[in-house]
């Protein structure tokens, strides 16, 4: 009984050992396809079909945009980047800058990458100068395939930030 407790919790320690611990993807394809999703989100957008974005998305997606909306689910996702890029969009382009990749499961991922826009309008149709921002993404492997499960998008702010002096982020935006 006392050799099958200590193994008991010998295998409990070594459980919260290793949980301390980020996970690693389980295959290279996996890190690749994961690291891959900032592509496959331009190239989707490059088509201007909300639809064919939609595709990186989970049925489940938690979608909060640069301006703060929250849409849930794939089919709101795709209502409203069908909208956006047959309109003020229609001529844009978002190209990925860096990105980072943490496993937290085998299946499951956290995504930073930094994007550039240009070609988007405001709503009254003026041109909007280029900027850059940061998305933050929730990946999730299921039945095969990797896709977003949680998205929030946040422009760069313009000018230094004071606050930041000393402290060197995993993803810095260029200069412009």
């Known amino acids: 009984m006392k050799v099958?407790?200590?193994?008991?919790?010998?295998?409990?320690?070594?459980?919260?050992?290793?949980?301390?611990?980020?996970?690693?993807?389980?295959?290279?394809?996996?890190?690749?396809?994961?690291?891959?999703?900032?592509?496959?989100?331009?190239?989707?957008?490059?088509?201007?079909?909300?639809?064919?974005l939609g595709k990186l998305m989970a049925d489940d997606v938690d979608f909060i945009n640069v301006g703060g909306d929250w849409m849930h689910g794939r089919a709101d996702f795709v209502t409203y980047h069908s909208r956006l890029l047959s309109g003020r969009f229609k001529q844009s382009n978002v190209t990925p800058l860096s990105?980072?990749?943490?496993?937290?499961?085998?299946?499951?991922?956290?995504?930073?990458?930094?994007?550039?826009?240009?070609?988007?309008?405001?709503?009254?149709?003026?041109?909007?100068?280029?900027?850059?921002?940061?998305?933050?993404?929730?990946?999730?492997?299921?039945?095969?395939k990797w896709l977003v499960v949680v998205a929030q998008n946040t422009n760069q702010m313009t000018g230094p930030n004071p606050e930041l002096q000393g402290i060197t982020p995993p993803i810095a935006f260029p200069d412009k």
């Open 4 to 52: 099958r407790t200590l193994k008991l919790a010998a295998v409990l320690f070594a459980a919260l050992l290793l949980a301390q611990f980020p996970a690693s993807a389980q295959t290279k394809e996996d890190e690749a396809a994961v690291r891959n999703i900032p592509q496959q989100f331009a190239a989707a957008w490059a088509t201007h079909d909300g639809a064919q």
């Open 99 to 144: 990105t980072e990749v943490r496993f937290l499961r085998p299946d499951l991922a956290v995504l930073h990458w930094s994007w550039k826009i240009v070609g988007d309008h405001n709503e009254d149709q003026s041109t909007r100068k280029p900027r850059m921002g940061i998305f933050t993404m929730l990946a999730e492997k299921r039945d095969g």
